[in-house]
């Protein structure tokens, strides 16, 4: 498509309004920010769109081409077009090179001005390429693959294309022969703010995004290579429930209602069971209004599975080989990995500790006949802070939390839950006030979280009703009663095993990261401040 005169004229006065707004300390620019824009009214003037419309197309990427490329036969590969971010530009006179990061890696250009300009007028070369194009621009490239005398693997530069200018520059990154960092993008808050520049300077960061997709992709073909179906549910609820959390709150304007976003999607899957499916999964987003730390943030992603027929004791083995699958697809068919300071294993059996065995293994305190005023004594003796709001199940849940939880480094199911502690879950068949449920815990954190489901609806709403008794002492993550679950439960739910996986958690392990925000595009922050700001430039 053409570039009109009118196109130009009309990008040339925007750019002199915004130099000129930043003279009057209108609008802050620097410098750098200031020859950019000069460099971008310099391709304008040239008639060169910094922005064009047409698709380029790419028929090759950098890592292909290097693992492809034949000593023996450099030309096999043929003629190539790639595109990418310019990351590096050196070189003087008739001859540049530079280098483009696409979504591979990095790939070397050789530009020889005879060669991308053969006729008479080489402004191109002199003016566009050499003096006007800037690191972080977006271009495409036509030409041949051959090695440098210096053994690098490069493309010989024929046709050449702006895609995009970059107005702002990136931080500068050096690496030394050794792949050590000097200069790097490392300040937490810039990066997790900026996450666009971080994953575009931090090469590791990126390798950690695409294993969070290949483990959500493996996961998924686990699933589906078994029949169990991939299902969606509502995100806005007139009902939280499926969790002991504290729900965000929003308005619908329309009908005039209160809702909640989800804090969980278990009841809404347990009613696609009692409709007839046999297995069902999500992998979704949940949104607990809740504190934010390491392994904590208010919108995370988790996985939850509901399969009929089953138990809790059937679900362990099945996590046991889902995540020795997960493990080997990403680890090249390693089970151990190094996490921290720890090496753990994925291969199972796990190892499994009830929830009172393993108070006591920790404490060498018996919990399992205390009541409500017994637990209260034996947290004041080990010194956990407790409140007035907290029944017996949750009690036992901060002894277990302070005591036990760091404890447990290898892969632990820890089993057997007071009924208090679990409304959803059936109970146990043989242990009296107790439920059938199991939590996996690695490297001192909860994973998984599994039932054998309640499925009695009289027992349930009994379950409910309880829950109603704590939210009046103050409990404000205690369940409420949801009445159209009752009814589906009402209808027949069969014997059911569920599932729930923190995604985010299972990803820091399966890239060694400490925290949470480390893993998530886009992890939920304070709004910015100006300060901040003024740092990134």
């Known amino acids: 498509?053409?570039?009109?005169?009118?196109?130009?004229?009309?990008?040339?006065?925007?750019?002199?309004?915004?130099?000129?707004?930043?003279?009057?300390?209108?609008?802050?620019?620097?410098?750098?920010?200031?020859?950019?824009?000069?460099?971008?009214?310099?391709?304008?003037?040239?008639?060169?769109?910094?922005?064009?419309?047409?698709?380029f197309e790419v028929t090759h990427y950098a890592t292909?081409?290097?693992?492809?490329?034949?000593?023996?036969?450099?030309?096999?590969?043929?003629?190539?077009?790639?595109?990418?971010?310019?990351m590096a530009k050196r070189g003087k006179g008739a001859v540049l090179f530079a280098e483009i990061q696409d979504s591979t890696e990095r790939i070397q250009l050789f530009i020889k001005r005879d060669a991308l300009c053969p006729d008479e007028n080489k402004d191109f070369y002199n003016l566009a390429?050499?003096?006007?194009?800037?690191?972080?621009?977006?271009?495409?490239?036509?030409?041949?693959?051959?090695?440098?005398?210096?053994?690098?693997?490069?493309?010989?530069?024929?046709?050449?294309?702006?895609?995009?200018?970059?107005?702002?520059p990136l931080p500068v990154v050096k690496r030394d022969e050794d792949g050590n960092v000097f200069d790097g993008f490392t300040n937490p808050e810039l990066r997790y703010r900026q996450r666009y520049v971080d994953l575009t300077v931090n090469p590791e960061v990126r390798r950690v995004f695409m294993m969070r997709s290949k483990l959500m992709s493996t996961m998924r073909q686990f699933f589906d290579a078994k029949g169990w179906l991939e299902v969606e549910t509502p995100i806005l609820q007139t009902v939280h429930g499926g969790a002991a959390a504290r729900p965000f709150e929003t308005h619908h304007n329309s009908l005039d209602m209160p809702l909640t976003l989800r804090i969980a999607?278990?009841?809404?899957?347990?009613?696609?069971?009692?409709?007839?499916?046999?297995?069902?999964?999500?992998?979704?987003?949940?949104?607990?209004?809740?504190?934010?730390?390491?392994?904590?943030?208010?919108?995370?992603?988790?996985?939850?599975?509901?399969?009929?027929?089953?138990?809790?004791?059937?679900?362990?083995?099945?996590v046991e080989d889902l995540l020795e699958t997960i493990t080997k697809t990403l680890h090249n068919g390693k089970t151990a990995i190094q996490i921290g300071e720890h090496e753990v294993d994925f291969k199972g059996p796990y190892r499994k500790l009830s929830m009172y065995d393993s108070i006591k293994e920790y404490t060498?305190?018996?919990?399992?006949?205390?009541?409500?005023?017994?637990?209260?004594?034996?947290?004041?003796?080990?010194h956990i802070e407790v409140d007035p709001s907290m029944g017996k199940g949750k009690l036992v849940d901060e002894i277990f939390g302070e005591k036990v939880e760091h404890n447990?480094?290898?892969?632990?199911?820890?089993?057997?839950?007071?009924?208090?502690?679990?409304?959803?879950?059936?109970?146990?068949?043989?242990?009296?006030?107790?439920?059938?449920?199991?939590?996996?815990?690695?490297?001192?954190?909860?994973?998984?979280?599994?039932?054998?489901?309640?499925?009695?609806?009289?027992?349930?709403?009994?379950?409910?009703?309880?829950?109603?008794?704590?939210?009046?002492?103050?409990?404000?993550?205690?369940?409420?009663?949801?009445?159209?679950?009752?009814?589906?439960?009402?209808?027949?739910?069969?014997?059911?095993?569920?599932l729930g996986i923190g995604i985010d958690r299972l990803v820091m392990m399966m890239t060694d990261n400490s925290s949470i925000q480390e893993v998530l595009f886009f992890p939920q922050m304070k709004p910015e401040q100006k300060a901040v700001e003024e740092g990134a430039e």
């Open 129 to 168: 390429v050499k003096k006007l194009l800037d690191l972080g621009d977006y271009v495409g490239v036509k030409g041949t693959i051959f090695k440098t005398k210096m053994g690098e693997i490069s493309v010989r530069v024929s046709e050449f294309t702006f895609l995009s200018k970059s107005l702002r």
């Open 265 to 318: 999607n278990e009841l809404y899957l347990k009613r696609l069971i009692v409709g007839g499916f046999e297995g069902v999964y999500e992998i979704g987003k949940m949104f607990r209004n809740e504190g934010m730390d390491a392994t904590h943030n208010p919108e995370f992603t988790a996985m939850e599975i509901y399969v009929a027929y089953k138990d809790y004791i059937w679900m362990m083995k099945m």
């Open 408 to 498: 447990l480094i290898q892969p632990t199911y820890i089993t057997d839950y007071p009924i208090e502690m679990t409304p959803l879950a059936k109970k146990h068949r043989t242990k009296e006030g107790l439920v059938e449920r199991f939590e996996l815990f690695i490297m001192g954190k909860e994973i998984a979280n599994a039932y054998t489901e309640l499925n009695d609806p009289i027992d349930q709403r009994g379950r409910f009703v309880d829950q109603l008794a704590l939210a009046d002492r103050g409990d404000d993550e205690a369940m409420v009663i949801d009445e159209d679950f009752l009814r589906a439960l009402e209808y027949g739910m069969p014997p059911t095993s569920g």
């Open 64 to 86: 292909d081409i290097k693992q492809n490329f034949d000593d023996e036969n450099p030309e096999a590969i043929g003629e190539v077009s790639m595109a990418g971010r310019l």
């Open 1 to 55: 498509m053409a570039f009109s005169e009118q196109e130009i004229a009309d990008m040339l006065q925007n750019i002199d309004s915004i130099i000129a707004a930043s003279q009057l300390g209108e609008r802050k620019l620097n410098d750098q920010d200031v020859a950019r824009l000069e460099n971008l009214k310099g391709l304008l003037n040239l008639k060169i769109n910094p922005y064009p419309a047409e698709k």
């Open 364 to 382: 060498g305190i018996d919990v399992s006949e205390m009541d409500e005023a017994g637990l209260r004594h034996v947290c004041k003796e080990l």
